[in-house]
């Protein structure tokens, strides 16, 4: 399974880092291409050479090299991986990788990642123990992080318990058996919508909303990462993504992003409306630039189609669909009769009233209330945290397989 992947192996200070030697050499052994990079306390465990020569590449370690001053671009090193492995994660590492500080090129390279990230613990057994650890490992491991469990056995103290790193053998069996699993999404196919519309007035002028289209783009990507194939139909957005299960389809007008859905939808087994799509638009496109000419102009509008309306009526029993809903007033009652009247299986409810949730930012607060009336209220989080916490709850109602 490890044949041709890259993995950067991310080495923290502790003196398991002697075993990084013996598991750069299992994992080039195995077909991988490794390249390394070690905190400046790791290199006082295990020299920067040896790991450079096993993995036969250069060891990462300073945001900038020696004398020359050359950066050392942590970020296209998180594109080029297909696994961040840290192994050993040092009790100081992982509280800092739990809680987004970067202050050397290993935390920068891993907030930069969008690969599966495993971590491989290591410290002295009541260090391991430590509520403060054991919620700083919980925290990764509600970002998705894969732990690979400290093994029991003799410590460098000279105490017996758990808390040495997991033998180089069994972490490359964890990676192989994790390669082998099937994701939960594999074989599906989703279509999300994502960003605002334009509704053009005139050649200059158009009627749009703040959409960022940050929530759909994040939710694009966890359906990815578990494994679905996905048409991403956005509005007009700054927004990027490098996943090659996404394909993106560009649209402007809330008339071009139904048209495209309805080509996509009859084809997927999940379809998650994220857009802000344009309610109303200009009832004539102005052909040239409409000149100042009174103090007060009427522009009259015309509603557009409701796009996620319109596919839950065509909605088969073996789809999945999922609306968004920005409320300000009655937030739960109006998101409740969205979710019948557009025959969804849920709708995510995020409100204006709650800060940082709704546009511009990268975080949301959302409730997701599903066709049975339940209700889950969620933390404020990331946007790409909240993005997971939606495609968990759709893997949760099992897609049907006729
Ligand atoms: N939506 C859509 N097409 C539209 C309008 C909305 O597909 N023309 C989708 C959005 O992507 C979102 C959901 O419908 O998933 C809810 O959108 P919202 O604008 O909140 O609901 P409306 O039904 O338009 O009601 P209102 O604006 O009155 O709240």
Not at 274 to 293: E, F, M, N, R
Not at 352 to 367: E, P, Q, R, W, Y
Request: glycine share 6%.
């Amino acid at each position: 399974m490890l044949k041709d992947k890259n993995i950067l192996l991310a080495v923290c200070g502790s003196i398991a880092a002697y075993k990084a030697a013996i598991l750069t050499r299992f994992l080039v052994k195995s077909g991988a291409k490794v390249k390394v990079i070690m905190t400046k306390a790791a290199t006082e465990f295990i020299s920067p050479l040896t790991l450079s020569t096993l993995s036969k590449n250069k060891v990462f370690i300073e945001f900038t090299e020696g004398n020359s001053g050359e950066w050392n671009n942590h970020v296209e090193l998180a594109l080029w991986a297909d696994i961040l492995l840290v192994a050993p994660a040092s009790a100081n590492s992982i509280a800092k990788m739990a809680n987004g500080l970067c202050d050397n090129l290993l935390l920068a390279t891993y907030l930069s990642a969008k690969c599966p990230v495993y971590i491989a613990p290591a410290m002295d057994l009541d260090m391991y123990k430590h509520p403060a650890i054991k919620k700083n490992i919980h925290t990764l491991s509600s970002f998705g992080i894969h732990i690979i469990d400290a093994e029991n056995g003799e410590l460098a103290s000279g105490l017996v318990g758990e808390g040495r790193m997991a033998e180089p053998e069994h972490i490359v069996e964890y990676l192989n058996k994790k390669l082998s699993e099937p994701l939960p999404l594999y074989g599906k196919t989703a279509l999300v919508t994502a960003g605002p519309t334009y509704e053009a007035i005139d050649p200059v002028r158009f009627i749009g909303n703040h959409s960022s289209g940050k929530m759909g783009f994040s939710i694009a990507e966890s359906l990815a990462n578990k494994g679905a194939k996905v048409i991403l139909v956005s509005g007009p957005t700054s927004q990027t993504i490098n996943n090659e299960n996404v394909l993106i389809q560009n649209v402007i007008t809330a008339n071009e992003m139904l048209e495209a859905c309805l080509n996509i939808f009859p084809k997927v087994n999940i379809a998650v409306f994220s857009a802000a799509v344009a309610d109303y638009k200009p009832t004539l496109i102005a052909t040239k630039k409409i000149k100042k000419s009174s103090s007060s102009h009427l522009l009259e509008l015309a509603e557009t189609v409701d796009i996620l309306a319109t596919l839950g009526k065509q909605k088969k029993t073996n789809q999945v669909l999922i609306g968004f809903a920005l409320e300000t007033e009655n937030e739960i009652e109006n998101a409740q009769k969205k979710v019948v009247s557009k025959n969804l299986d849920f709708i995510v409810l995020n409100s204006l009233n709650d800060t940082g949730a709704g546009f511009k930012v990268d975080t949301n607060k959302i409730s997701i209330i599903d066709k049975h009336n339940n209700i889950r209220k969620f933390e404020l989080k990331s946007k790409q945290e909240v993005a997971n916490d939606i495609v968990n709850e759709i893997i949760g109602i099992g897609l049907p397989t006729h």
